[in-house]
T-cell receptor, first 112, second 116 residues
Framework: GNSVTQMEGPVTLSEEAFLTINCTYT??????LFWYVQYPGEGLQLLLK?????DKGSNKGFEATYRKETTSFHLEKGSVQVSDSAVYFC???????????FGKGTLLTVNP | GAGVSQSPSNKVTEKGKDVELRCDPI?????LYWYRQSLGQGLEFLIY????????KSGLPSDRFSAERTGGSVSTLTIQRTQQEDSAVYLC??????????????FGPGTRLTVL
């Protein structure tokens, strides 16, 4: 079945640091890949997505590239802000499986 | 328009009682999903509706859990004889895709269920 593995947190960074959160997946066929973010006290929001190999999703300075050869979708941001503090979830959606499969989430804390 | 809404936002119940959780999807969205978020298990899929039909109920953890959707809109998740392990945040999501493909799922704020 489908599965998503993302780096365990928590991750603590200083403002303006570079961020990478690793995500790898196992799936049959050609899944779509997503990063969702959950800010403190709020619901899940889509951050970015990519629907085919080599696509790059981007939003709010975050980027992730769909790498089929390494089955990865790592999230990156060049300069994090305090307001980026949140839990980040990698997820996939694929084939005849009508559901999102999520990683366990990574808590990011950015200190001023 | 309005996003996905869920009610109640918080529910505290006693073990053994039944609870109903409600989801109002985004208007016009034909696909509706229920997920559960708990500390030990992360985010888990429960059930998927396309219109009023549920082609995938594979995530429902036991026969105490059921869900229905009426008029292709509002959905209710019912948990009978609640147990302490049912304590979690129950999330509803909807998407506009008529065939459950790759369209984005939009999530509601969730219902936090606590079973004492």
């Amino acid at each position: 079945g489908n599965s998503v593995t993302q780096m365990e947190g928590p991750v603590t960074l200083s403002e303006e640091a570079f961020l990478t959160i690793n995500c790898t997946y196992t799936a049959t066929g050609y899944p779509s890949l997503f990063w969702y973010v959950q800010y403190p006290g709020e619901g899940l929001q889509l951050l970015l997505k990519a629907t085919k190999a080599d696509d790059k999703g981007s939003n709010k300075g975050f980027e992730a590239t769909y790498r089929k050869e390494t089955t990865s979708f790592h999230l990156e941001k060049g300069s994090v802000q305090v307001s980026d503090s949140a839990v980040y979830f990698c997820a996939l959606y694929g084939g005849s499986n009508y559901k999102l499969t999520f990683g366990k989430g990574t808590l990011l804390t950015v200190n001023p | 328009g309005a996003g996905v809404s869920q009610s109640p936002s918080n529910k505290v119940t006693e073990k053994g009682k039944d609870v109903e959780l409600r989801c109002d999807p985004i208007s016009g969205h034909t696909a509706l999903y229920w997920y559960r978020q708990s500390l030990g298990q992360g985010l888990e899929f429960l059930i998927y509706f396309q219109g009023n039909s549920a082609p995938d109920k594979s995530g429902l953890p036991s026969d105490r859990f059921s869900a229905e959707r009426t008029g292709g809109s509002v959905s209710t998740l019912t948990i009978q004889r609640t147990q302490q392990e049912d304590s979690a945040v129950y999330l509803c999501a909807s998407s506009s895709s008529p065939s459950g493909s790759t369209d984005t799922q939009y999530f509601g704020p969730g219902t936090r269920l606590t079973v004492l």
